[in-house]
């Protein structure tokens, strides 16, 4: 290194510096604990229910998210019904009261199967057989007109939210091979079968509006904890699967996203916006536990994702940022990724100004010395994202449980898909243990059980995060080789 590329290297490193101290005077003066524990304590308020989608609770939830946006001085975007509200139609889909799976004349007892998926089914069909349905399983396979059988989860995962989240993909793949059905079979950790049972055993499901009443894709999952139906299915593959589910019902039911913007102050970076996102949604009301608890606050999952997102348009509405803000909190989440699912194919703004998205969703944290970004080293601004937290005395540290897919897991996901860069900014957490399990989608995940010291460290890194990367002259984009990259250079045409 010359000695004259070593001076013009300290001089940007020491320009970057300024600037993010100047920020970070921005930040420290807008981010205060008393607001934050403020806005935790009346999102997971025992009032709002659990905020479940379709509830009263969540309503309370929405007006109370739009009526801070007013009151910061968040402008309302047009198109949006009261100028804060995308209106999501959702519909809960009222279970089928009879189903049933036979191959040749044996029959699985109806108390050992749940429904997810299918209305008005009555098929006989061949089956194939594809071990835990991996993507090369599903891409080896004429699986076209047939029904697919296979196990939950991975032999070497058998985490129940892993368990569901691999679901949704292998039906995904199913359809998208043009199977008529899936069938998972649930062998190997019979506590999962409980797990799904409490929460999926309500009698109704919610999720968009079928073109009509009859859904013929169908899934369905059989417990089969001592291996039965696995040794019938591996014997009689010749032998046809006989399925059927009675008609169900859908019922409209209401669903918001909660919407607001700020205008950049660049004329040219204005034109580009940073979505900053979060679910705002939650369980609601379940089983009581054994204290009699029966709601599901959500204090960590979600209401910190919120009240980040909240935090920063506070601070981006008293001091706009070069690019333009977009705040968007998510309906339906906890259902399935609905609320932003429904957001990217119904956008209030065009896609490809959309050059990242900084979502916010937590289970819980084990470390208050970390915020740990799902997704750090995917994009080019993880530098900033390091800076901030930095800043405030964390350390940033990326996905430590890649085993759990968490990036594909949460709203991000659905605008990874479309090419936008979009990372997760998460509680500190180095694994997921019993600390985490202690309050993920848990009773106990209360507000008075939070570190609200730490909540101001982790807001105003994810604050300070928020101001560098959207007054960063470089838009920030994809490191080359990750997977959702070809999607970025074609929707930004790169």
């Not at 109370?64 to 001085?73: C, K, N, P």
């Not at 969703?361 to 994202?385: C, F, M, P, Q, V």
Request: charged share 25%.
């Amino acid at each position: 290194m010359t000695k004259k590329t070593w001076i013009i290297g300290a001089l940007m490193l020491t320009s970057l510096w300024v600037v993010a101290q100047d920020q970070a005077e921005l930040v420290e003066n807008t981010i205060k604990r008393s607001t934050i524990e403020g806005h935790i304590y009346f999102l997971a308020s025992d009032e709002l229910a659990g905020r479940e989608t379709g509830t009263p609770g969540i309503d309370v939830a929405a007006r109370y998210i739009s009526t801070t946006f007013q009151r910061y001085g968040v402008s309302p975007v047009e198109g949006a019904t009261e100028g804060y509200f995308q209106e999501a139609p959702l519909v809960k889909n009222i279970a089928p009261e009879a189903y049933g799976i036979k191959i040749g004349k044996e029959a699985v007892d109806a108390e050992n199967i749940l429904r997810l998926e299918g209305s008005g089914v009555n098929v006989e069909s061949d089956f194939v057989f594809l071990n835990y349905g991996t993507e090369e399983d599903f891409n080896n396979s004429n699986i076209k007109g047939k029904i697919v059988v296979v196990f939950a989860g991975q032999k070497d995962n058998q985490d129940y939210r892993f368990v569901y989240q691999a679901s949704v993909k292998k039906s995904n793949l199913a359809k998208e091979a043009g199977a008529i059905g899936i069938l998972e079979l649930h062998k190997d950790n019979p506590d999962n079968w409980k797990t799904f049972q409490s929460f999926m055993n309500r009698g109704s499901s919610i999720g968009f509006a079928s073109e009509n009443n009859k859904d013929s894709f169908f899934k369905l999952w059989v417990d089969d904890p001592d291996g039965t139906w696995t040794k019938r299915i591996n014997l009689k593959m010749k032998q046809k699967l006989a399925i059927t589910i009675g008609e169900a019902m859908e019922l409209p039911i209401p669903s918001k996203n909660v919407v607001g913007m700020v205008e950049g102050t660049d004329p040219e970076l204005k034109d580009e916006f940073i979505i900053y996102s979060a679910h705002y949604d939650h369980l609601g009301i379940g089983k009581p536990n054994a204290e009699g608890d029966s709601i599901y606050n959500g204090a960590r999952d979600n209401a910190v994702g919120v009240v980040t997102v909240m935090s920063a348009a506070e601070s981006i509405a008293k001091n706009p940022t070069k690019r333009s803000a977009l705040f968007i909190l998510f309906t339906a989440e906890e259902k399935g990724l609905l609320g932003s699912k429904y957001y990217v194919e119904n956008p209030l703004f065009p896609l490809d100004q959309m050059v990242y998205c900084f979502n916010s969703d937590n289970g819980g944290y084990n470390d208050t010395s970390l915020a740990t970004i799902i997704g750090l080293e995917r994009t080019t601004a993880g530098k900033h994202i390091k800076k901030a937290s930095e800043t405030f005395g964390l350390k940033a540290i990326d996905d430590p449980a890649g085993e759990q897919g968490l990036f594909d897991r949460s709203d991000n996901v659905n605008f990874a898909k479309k090419g936008i860069p979009a990372p997760t900014f998460s509680l500190g957490f180095t694994a997921f243990d019993a600390e985490i399990g202690k309050y993920y989608h848990q009773q106990s995940d209360n507000p008075e059980s939070i570190d609200y010291d730490y909540m101001e460290q982790f807001f105003r890194a994810f604050v300070l995060s928020a101001r560098l990367i959207a007054n960063d002259e470089e838009t920030p984009f994809w490191i080359e080789g990750d997977k959702y990259y070809e999607a970025g250079k074609s929707l930004y045409g790169k």
